[in-house]
């Protein structure tokens, strides 16, 4: 008996436990690029951590221990998502915008 490889296409939507809409996030994946938009409103920029390890791209959210209105608050977030295989990997790019929107696109292999 011999095994089978499992495989799986990539999520048009993905977790991600800080947005809105009950956490799911659409994943733009056209011909042309790839495009995800996610809710980082409580970290700066060096609290973010956007890495490609194959066809997995991780990130990491993290701030140490803050007080605010309601008390002290520490967050964390570590994530895994497959990428399609059809993202050039090489071409993957992170940007925050001003109002705590991460936006990762990359583009198609040729």
């Known amino acids: 008996m011999s095994a089978i490889e499992v495989t799986a296409d990539a999520a048009s939507t993905w ?10 996030v659409k ?21 973010i951590e956007v890495k490609v ?8 959210c993290r701030h140490e221990t803050r007080s605010d209105n309601h ?20 071409t993957v790019k992170s940007h925050l915008a001003t109002r705590g929107v991460l936006t990762i ?3 198609k292999k040729a």
């Open 15 to 24: 977790d991600w436990p800080l947005q809105h809409n009950d956490g799911v």
């Open 105 to 107: 696109t990359a583009s």
């Open 53 to 60: 390890s194959g066809q997995e791209l991780l990130i990491h």
């Open 71 to 90: 008390g002290t608050v520490a967050r964390e977030i570590n994530r895994a998502y497959k990428l399609p295989d059809d993202v050039d990997v090489s």
């Open 27 to 47: 994943v733009h994946n056209t011909k042309e690029k790839f495009e995800v938009g996610l809710d980082v409103q409580f970290f700066t920029p060096k609290e």
